[in-house]
Nanobody
Framework: QLQAFGGGLVQAGGSLRLSCAAS????????TAWFRQVPGKEREFVAV????????DFAASVKGRFTLSRDNAKNTVYLQMNSLKPEDTAVYYC???????????????????WGQGTLVTVSS
C-alpha cells in the first residue's frame, strides 16, 4: 500500500514536499514514481526513483526544480518541489512497482500500486 501526503496551497515561487510511504511490498528494490493530473487532462509522469535510487528521472517540465530523496528506514520517498509555478497545480499521485523495467517507468500501466492523490495548488 502507498500513502501520499504533503499537498497544499502555496504561492508561485514557493516550495512543497510530498511524501510517499510504502508498506507491504515484497521487493526491496521497488520503483516509486510520481504522476500528476489536472481535471480534464490525462495523468502525466513527473518523476521516478528507479529501484530505490539506482536511477532517477524527471519530466522536462519539472527538471531542475523538483528533486527526489528517500528514507529507506521509513520506506518513504519524498518529492521536493521548488520554484513552483501555477501550471504545477494538480493532484499528485505516487505509484510503485516491484517489476517495472527502466524503459517503461514513464507509463501509468507499469505500476501496480497507487496511493491516494494529494492536491497541490499554486497560486499566482
Amino acid at each position: 500500500q502507498l500513502q501520499a501526503f504533503g499537498g497544499g496551497l502555496v504561492q508561485a515561487g514557493g516550495s512543497l514536499r510530498l511524501s510517499c510511504a510504502a508498506s507491504g511490498l515484497s521487493s526491496r528494490t521497488y520503483t516509486t514514481a510520481w504522476f500528476r493530473q489536472v481535471p480534464g487532462k490525462e495523468r502525466e509522469f513527473v518523476a521516478v526513483d528507479f529501484r530505490r535510487g539506482s536511477t532517477t528521472d524527471f519530466a522536462a517540465s519539472v527538471k531542475g526544480r523538483f528533486t527526489l530523496s528517500r528514507d529507506n528506514a521509513k520506506n518513504t520517498v519524498y518529492l521536493q518541489m521548488n520554484s513552483l509555478k501555477p501550471e504545477d497545480t494538480a493532484v499528485y499521485y505516487c505509484a510503485a512497482s516491484e517489476r517495472v523495467i527502466l524503459s517503461t517507468v514513464y507509463r501509468e500501466s507499469s505500476y501496480a500500486y497507487w496511493g491516494q492523490g494529494t492536491l497541490v495548488t499554486v497560486s499566482s
